[in-house]
């Protein structure tokens, strides 16, 4: 069985641009969940899907990141305009009803 | 605020010995605590967890000790293999606030042969 796959696996962005992460979750899995990893710190969470709706956003840093999950299936998160201080590893993580959450490789995003 | 706090940062032990990392825990309501394990290039993988019913559990050579008056708990990995080196973290949610995940900082853990 596939597990969580996102990508790109990297991205390396100027300032002002715009980034769109894609994360796939493990089929028939209806949480989705979209946490980042600032360097060297921990990996905060960032919101939860179940199918199509967004559970919980409250770990958005500002209204500059936009999640989407269509069809309850594959989420994007997208960035506009990237800043500096959103360099960071962005992982999605994936689970059936609570059970435990499956995570993918990440997307390192370096914005310069 | 960081409501998971981890220790230590980096850890070195030899192959064979115990290596030990410790999180202490705010929020009373926490329900589920988790340990994930992450090699370089791969996303965390769950390791072991516990709930806070039980002060201990084990599978294998890894062990959670949890002491819920303390609010704190530990991973002992016993017989430590140099494929075990990875990063480390522990964290802990709530059922009832959608399973969210917090974490510690993680633990780089060294297991010289």
């Known amino acids: 069985e596939a597990g969580v796959t996102q990508f790109p696996s990297h991205s390396v962005i100027e300032k002002g641009q715009t980034v769109t992460l894609r994360c796939d979750p493990i089929?028939?899995?209806?949480?989705l969940y979209w946490y980042r990893r600032v360097m060297g710190k921990e990996i905060k969470f960032l919101l939860h899907?179940?199918?199509?709706?967004?559970?919980?956003e409250s770990g958005m840093p500002n209204n500059r990141f936009l999640a989407e999950r269509t069809g309850g299936t594959y989420s994007t998160l997208k960035v506009q305009p990237a800043e500096l201080e959103d360099s960071g590893v962005y992982f999605c993580?994936?689970?059936?009803?609570?059970?435990?959450?499956?995570f993918g490789p990440g997307t390192r995003l370096t914005v310069l | 605020q960081q409501q998971v706090k981890q220790s230590p940062q980096s850890l070195i032990v030899q192959k064979g010995g115990i290596s030990i990392i410790n999180c202490a825990y705010e929020?009373?309501?926490?329900?589920?605590f988790p340990w994930y394990q992450q090699f370089p290039g791969k996303g965390p993988a769950l390791l072991i967890a516990?709930?806070?019913?039980?002060s201990e559990k084990k599978e294998g050579r890894f062990t959670i000790s949890f002491n819920k008056s303390a609010k704190q708990f530990s991973l002992h990995i016993m017989d430590s293999q140099p494929g075990d080196s990875a990063t480390y973290f522990c964290?802990?949610?709530?059922?009832?606030?959608?399973?969210?995940?917090?974490f510690g900082q993680g633990t780089e853990l060294s297991v010289k042969p």
């Open positions: 993580a994936s689970s059936y009803a609570r059970g435990t959450q499956y």
């Open positions: 089929s028939g899995h209806d949480n």
């Open positions: 899907f179940v199918k199509e709706s967004k559970q919980d």
């Open positions: 929020n009373t309501a926490f329900d589920y």
């Open positions: 516990i709930r806070p019913d039980v």
């Open positions: 964290a802990a949610s709530n059922d009832n606030q959608g399973g969210k995940l917090i």
